[in-house]
């Protein structure tokens, strides 16, 4: 198939587009997508997505790589009978590569060419790319490695979501050929999910909603601490035994490493992260663990206080003898369970006056991990000005603040490999920020206008102020970007619901910006492109529900019981806002304090004082039900808030928050959003009554998010 757009020629480190494909000539344009296809040139007529579909896998490469191009099928599969109601059955079937030009039975084929050549902006070859040749009988896609046939099922079910969000019956796809393939190699997020505990389950979600905008790497921030002076630094009777810290891999039992994970139920298990790692491979995301030393170590120094730097600590002491070898101990145990080729040792904010021994350290450490492992370090841009040592070379630098001399465009001239994560433009988090220095979702005015000289952000941006820290799309060490959502205010700041209505849409416009830049393709989304698909995008992700979203009954009753209860258990296990749920309830004056009204999977609704709960932590309203007589309770919520109307007064809504502690500094309060805890009425010995019980949607769940 002949390549027919996209192609860059390189002149002294500027990129000049060739041949520029529109994506609209005539009908038969494809429909925008997030990220950008890179180029589609229309034939004629339609190839129509039947109910029956065929699903082709070529048996010369159906076992190639890991995951392998049938694993991959098998998930299309799912997420095609998922995403497209009417298809009702779906075959795979492993055949030679040749259509069988007998059959005129529409069928999508997914192939490789081992010979396909696909580059990076920087002229580097990469595996993501995909070509997709599509005629009335045929939908095929060829790439050179299975992850990129991957990139285009999710092209074709994002074709096929904007089609039926405008109301087609039948998906059709226009005739034509198409090539996409990424504009730089890592296109990632990372959570951290140190300071605030996640499940599994949750982030194995995460991964497979970023999928679907083809982000392919998770950076799983998996160690930290809080940050309080007065907790760190001794005023008060506070203590650095009592500030949050946390580690989030459990050592297998009688581990010698068993005191680094007190808080087991906040923890995964081998297995749990092994699950989890397979769910985001076999959706093309890897994920890259990060265990942070020798600063943010409290958790460390907690378990082993010998470790700690005096006056420090959430510091390792490098030289104190024991301090190496018991963070070699930690990668020795956990290094097995990953699969990732890179994984990061943090390796920030460190004493800048200790230079050489944190020079020394992450050189060790390099040295270390590939030479046991096999497997190479990345590290966060740090301050440590030293005369005579440097980094090694072989260690890639995320940058995210520009402390010292650490300039991301000198460290790319020194040879060194770096990954965008400058927090102007790419820091998010959880709930509030100190000041409000970050947005609640990544800044469209600074991603779509805010470079220098009203561009866009791309992974070569590095300051919206300073073209000369900026670097061209094609700089050979810029291997991509990561933008990060952190938890500072830790488990009770947030639901895990609230973090995925956070980086909803920053993953889709992120993605758009890793994926194609800015200013390099013709094709590349305008803003207004992008807020026109994005909300069918993000409602019609395929494999999670995030939104849990449910199907009301009827009208928008998700389920009414007029009768009077005290224990009752229902099929919806959650529902996400904008919701009402509303109630009456008499509770018995013996009931226990731990009685609930109401669980599900996300939150649960306690009978004392009204309090929500959900990650462990504890939301009181402060209102005390009468036992003497029946209240009536509404509950309403939204992705921004949830608020209680007691016996019907709308003049006075009762708002459940959150106090957050902004690094010692001052109190925050927040507004909490829960998802209804509709899966089991009363329990945990509630005794009491309830009735007329009614939980209706409000509105569109999913256009929530688009506000
Ligand atoms: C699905 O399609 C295949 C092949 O067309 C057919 O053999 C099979 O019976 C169908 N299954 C269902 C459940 O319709
Ligand atoms: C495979 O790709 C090469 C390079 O683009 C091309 O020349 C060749 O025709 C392709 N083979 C098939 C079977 O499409
Ligand atoms: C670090 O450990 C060394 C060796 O035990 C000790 O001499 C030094 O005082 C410690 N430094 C700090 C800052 O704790
Ligand atoms: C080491 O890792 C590299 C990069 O992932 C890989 O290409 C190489 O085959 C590995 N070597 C061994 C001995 O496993
Ligand atoms: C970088 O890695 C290569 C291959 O593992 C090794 O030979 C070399 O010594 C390393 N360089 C440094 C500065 O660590
Ligand atoms: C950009 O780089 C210069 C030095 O080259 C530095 O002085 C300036 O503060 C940098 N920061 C930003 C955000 O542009
Ligand atoms: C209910 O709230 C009051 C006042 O906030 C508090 O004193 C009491 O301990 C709370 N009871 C329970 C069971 O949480
Ligand atoms: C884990 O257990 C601790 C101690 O019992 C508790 O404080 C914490 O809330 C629990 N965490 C979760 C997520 O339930
Ligand atoms: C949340 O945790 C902080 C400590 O990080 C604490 O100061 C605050 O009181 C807690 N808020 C609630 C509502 O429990
Ligand atoms: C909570 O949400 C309500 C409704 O939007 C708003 O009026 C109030 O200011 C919010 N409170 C806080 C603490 O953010």
């Known amino acids: ?81 998922e995403a497209i109601p009417y298809v009702t059955n779906t075959t795979i079937s492993l055949s030679p590569l040749d259509p069988d030009p007998t059959s005129d039975i529409p069928t999508i ?5 081992s010979s396909a050549q696909f580059t990076l902006y920087n002229g580097q070859p990469t595996d993501e790319g995909y070509q997709f040749e599509v005629t009335p009988d045929t939908y095929r896609i060829t790439a050179l490695a299975p992850i990129g046939v991957w990139w285009g099922t999710r092209t074709f079910l994002q074709q096929a979501a904007v089609d039926l969000a405008q109301g087609a019956k039948t998906v059709s796809f226009p005739a034509g050929q198409g090539v996409d393939s990424p504009g730089w190699e890592v296109r990632g997020f990372m959570l951290d999910a140190g300071r605030h505990w996640f499940e599994a389950s949750f982030l194995g979600d995460l991964c497979i909603y970023a999928s679907f905008f083809k982000l392919n790497e998770l950076h799983l921030h998996a160690s930290d601490n809080l940050w309080n002076p ?39 298990t081998k297995q749990e992260f092994l699950d989890l790692q397979q769910t985001c491979a076999s959706h093309g995301v890897t994920i890259i663990p990060e265990v942070d030393t020798p600063g943010h170590s ?83 841009g740090t301050n440590e ?93 810029l291997r991509g970007a990561i933008f990060a959502l952190w938890n500072d205010w830790g488990n009770n700041a947030t639901t895990a619901l609230e973090i995925y209505y956070q980086l909803a849409k920053s993953v889709a416009l992120f993605s758009e910006k890793a994926w194609a830049g800015s200013d390099v393709r013709a094709t590349a989304l305008t803003r207004d492109q992008f807020d026109t698909v994005y909300p069918a995008l993000t409602a019609a992700a395929p494999g999670q529900n995030l939104n849990r979203v449910v199907k009301p009954k009827y009208g928008n009753v998700v389920y009414e019981f007029p009768g009077t209860y005290s224990t009752l258990s229902t099929e919806i296990t959650s529902v996400g806002p904008p919701y009402t749920l509303s109630f009456s309830v008499k509770p018995d004056p013996r009931s226990p304090d731990t009685g609930l009204l109401f669980s599900g999977i996300d939150s649960k609704l306690h009978v004392a004082n009204l309090t929500f709960e959900a990650t462990g932590q504890l939301y009181a309203l402060g209102y005390v039900l009468p036992t003497d007589k029946y209240t009536s309770v509404s509950i309403r919520a939204t992705r921004e808030y949830t608020y209680a109307v007691i016996d019907g007064d709308e003049t006075n809504p009762r708002y459940w928050y959150t106090l957050m502690d902004i690094w010692g500094d001052y109190m925050a309060l927040g507004n909490m959003s829960f998802a209804a805890p509709s899966h089991n009425i009363g329990g945990s010995g509630f005794s009491g009554e309830i009735r007329d019980i009614k939980l209706t949607l409000e509105g569109k769940q999913v256009a929530a998010i688009l506000s």
């Open 385 to 477: 000005p030293s005369t005579t040592m440097s980094v090694s070379e072989n260690i890639t630098i995320q940058h995210w603040d520009f402390p010292g001399d650490d300039i991301p465009v000198q460290l790319l001239s020194q040879g060194y490999r770096v990954i965008n994560s400058e927090q102007t433009f790419l820091y998010l988090d959880g709930k509030t920020s100190e000041d409000n220095q970050f947005p609640q979702q990544l800044s469209e005015d600074l991603l779509w206008s805010g470079a220098p000289g009203g561009k866009g952000w791309a992974p070569n941006i590095f300051s919206a102020t300073d073209p000369t820290n900026n670097t061209t799309p094609d700089a050979p060490n």
């Open 1 to 81: 198939m002949a390549i027919t757009g996209g192609i860059f020629l390189r002149v002294s480190k500027a990129l000049i587009l060739l041949s520029i494909p529109a994506l609209c000539v005539g009908g038969d344009a494809i429909s925008p997508q997030i990220p950008s296809v890179e180029s589609f040139v229309p034939s004629n007529g339609v190839f129509e997505l039947p109910p029956i579909v065929h699903i082709v896998v070529d048996n010369e490469y159906a076992s190639h790589g890991s995951p392998s191009l049938l694993d991959f099928a098998k998930v299309f599969q799912t997420d095609l009978e």
């Open 298 to 380: 409290l958790v460390i120094t907690q378990w082993k206080p010998e470790l700690m730097e005096s006056g420090q600590p959430d510091h390792l002491n490098l030289s104190y003898p024991e301090t190496i070898p018991t963070i070699k101990s930690i990668w020795d145990e956990f290094l097995p369970w990953f699969s990732a080729a890179e994984v990061s040792i943090g390796a920030d904010e460190y004493d800048a006056s200790l230079a050489n021994d944190y020079i020394s350290f992450v050189n060790e450490m390099s040295t270390y991990i590939g030479a046991q492992f096999n497997k190479s370090i990345r590290i966060w």
């Open 109 to 113: 084929y997914l192939t490789i060419n």
């Open 230 to 268: 007065a907790f760190l630094y001794g005023e008060g009777n506070e203590g650095w035994e009592k500030l949050y810290a946390a580690f989030r891999f459990q050592p297998p039992a009688g581990s010698a490493l068993d005191g680094l994970v007190p808080r087991k139920n906040e923890s995964w």
